[in-house]
């Protein structure tokens, strides 16, 4: 059985609060993981155990121990050894990895290998990577892979509370009156192709992209765009309705040269690390196609 520790300082921020406090608001340690630290003694100050009720103070040491008992067991990932996985950050709870266009984020199939994922689980062996969000199989650029489970709950909620900012870069057909702009449509899926999405489609949700023209070349433009909200296929259902669809994009650019590459890369993450609130700042480099 795996065991994950953790030996933390209580910040300025923190001084007198309770150790219930430091966990759910400080650390965003979900209920259930608190509940598994406190009854089976696994959560100490400066060495001893003591009620959730009882006030820190700045400097004294939090040590938090996880068991894998702590976790729902994760569906083993198939190694797959036969390409390198371009790990562009990393420490010991988590990597930031450089996705290839046209690899999978993860296996669809029972079975099948060659994704992202399976690249990670070759990397990591013979321990498991944990899958946090996904990028579409023609979106490169950076991605976030768990490497243990404490951390997973935590990552899932940077990112639904938006404190992870990722920034995309795109090239799109046509040019914009309008230097930058807010798409806020809801999108749903399309029932005439079940590989696509649309605008106010079925059980369509709510939806918002930002985005800011970084140039325009041959009456092409190259955007800077970040979501404020994740759905699938956003970007490119924002934009092909604005008219501006991703160039070579398979569904949604009816000129596209389905040869060439979709011109959509996630280019650069802004996050605090789980537990350390480590702020970094990573970028994955551009493939020779976005740079054309």
């Given at each position: 059985?795996?065991?994950?520790?953790?030996?933390?300082?209580?910040?300025?921020?923190?001084?007198?609060?309770?150790?219930?406090?430091?966990?759910?608001?400080?650390?965003?340690?979900?209920?259930?993981?608190?509940?598994?630290?406190?009854?089976?003694?696994?959560?100490?100050?400066?060495?001893?155990?003591?009620?959730?009720?009882?006030?820190?103070?700045?400097?004294?040491?939090?040590?938090?121990?996880?068991?894998?008992?702590?976790?729902?067991?994760?569906?083993?990932?198939?190694?797959?050894?036969?390409?390198?996985?371009?790990?562009?950050?990393?420490?010991?709870?988590?990597?930031?990895?450089?996705?290839?266009?046209?690899d999978k984020?993860?296996?669809?199939?029972?079975?099948?290998?060659?994704?992202?994922?399976?690249?990670?689980?070759?990397?990591?062996?013979?321990?498991?990577?944990?899958?946090?969000?996904?990028?579409?199989?023609?979106?490169?650029?950076?991605?976030?892979?768990?490497?243990?489970?404490?951390?997973?709950?935590?990552?899932?909620?940077?990112?639904?509370?938006?404190?992870?900012?990722?920034?995309?870069?795109?090239?799109?057909?046509?040019t914009f009156?309008?230097?930058?702009?807010?798409?806020?449509?809801?999108?749903?899926?399309?029932?005439?192709?079940?590989?696509?999405?649309?605008?106010?489609?079925?059980?369509?949700?709510?939806?918002?992209?930002?985005?800011?023209?970084?140039?325009?070349?041959?009456?092409?433009?190259?955007?800077?765009?970040?979501?404020e909200t994740?759905?699938?296929?956003?970007?490119?259902?924002?934009?092909?309705?604005?008219?501006?669809?991703?160039?070579?994009?398979?569904?949604?650019?009816?000129?596209?040269?389905?040869?060439?590459?979709?011109?959509?890369?996630?280019?650069?993450?802004?996050?605090?690390?789980?537990?350390?609130?480590?702020?970094?700042?990573?970028?994955?480099?551009?493939?020779?196609?976005?740079?054309?």
């Open positions: 059985m795996s065991t994950y520790q953790y030996h933390l300082n209580v910040p300025n921020s923190y001084n007198n609060q309770t150790i219930r406090n430091y966990l759910s608001t400080y650390l965003l340690l979900p209920k259930h993981l608190i509940f598994s630290l406190r009854t089976h003694y696994r959560v100490t100050v400066n060495q001893k155990y003591l009620p959730m009720n009882f006030k820190i103070q700045t400097g004294d040491e939090v040590s938090l121990t996880f068991e894998d008992s702590d976790f729902t067991p994760n569906q083993p990932v198939i190694v797959d050894k036969s390409k390198p996985l371009n790990v562009i950050w990393e420490n010991d709870d988590f990597m930031i990895v450089n996705k290839v266009r046209g984020t993860h296996a669809n199939q029972p079975g099948e290998s060659h994704a992202t994922l399976n690249y990670a689980a070759g990397y990591l062996a013979p321990n498991q990577p944990y899958i946090i969000h996904r990028l579409d199989q023609q979106t490169s650029g950076a991605l976030i892979i768990a490497k243990t489970p404490a951390v997973v709950p935590i990552l899932t909620r940077l990112i639904k509370d938006k404190t992870i900012k990722r920034t995309y870069l795109v090239w799109v057909h046509g009156k309008d230097a930058h702009g807010t798409i806020d449509l809801p999108i749903g899926r399309d029932l005439h192709d079940q590989r696509k999405r649309k605008i106010n489609g079925e059980k369509a949700q709510h939806a918002v992209t930002h985005y800011q023209v970084i140039k325009e070349v041959a009456g092409n433009s190259l955007l800077q765009v970040q979501l994740g759905r699938t296929h956003q970007i490119r259902v924002h934009l092909a309705y604005l008219k501006h669809p991703i160039i070579n994009d398979p569904l949604y650019d009816s000129t596209a040269n389905l040869a060439q590459p979709m011109l959509l890369h996630s280019w650069k993450v802004e996050m605090p690390t789980p537990f350390y609130h480590q702020l970094i700042t990573v970028t994955a480099s551009l493939p020779p196609e976005m740079k054309k």
